[in-house]
């Protein structure tokens, strides 16, 4: 994707995914638990937006990722609506996928919503398939989960790039 900034999250875009946030979910997280993620050693956290200086300018897109040794585990991903369906959520799992393959790779697990047909169709289209079912995981709505897998594996070693300081945490 052309003149794509992927960055680390940082306080200063916590507005942004907020509003990211609250425009995507009927139940969205709170500020706490976004805080308490860019503070958490494992977590992969990651905004995307048209290339600035030093990172995006503007909030487009939102990643969080468990990344642990062997698992990855997605928590959260969002893209604003007037910037969906240009293949931002693609282009940010594709970043947290190399990231984990070279750190050894492993299983790849999320929960989706049956009515979120979009993420279904997207994570179907990245190989993923379902391994469980999570009833009543969306309380508010009482919608169940879908729980999606997928093995990714380690890239080979002669390939391997640090994706961050010190692999996956």
Known sequence: MKDLALAFMKARFLRQVLAIERASFADPWP?????????????WFKVAG??????????????????LKGEMHLLNIAVSPPRRRHGLARAMLSDAFSAFSNDGGGLVSLEV??????????????GFRQIGLRRGYYHKQNEDAIVMGLS????????????????CR
């Open 50 to 67: 048209p290339a600035g200086e030093g990172g995006p300018a503007q909030v487009d897109a939102f990643i969080i990722a468990w990344m």
């Open 152 to 167: 990714l594996p380690a890239a080979p070693p002669g390939s391997r790039q640090r994706s961050r300081e010190g692999g």
């Open 31 to 43: 500020p706490s638990a976004f805080v308490a993620e860019m503070q958490h050693v494992w977590s």
């Open 113 to 126: 919503r049956p009515s979120n047909g979009s993420a279904l169709g997207l994570y179907t289209g990245l």
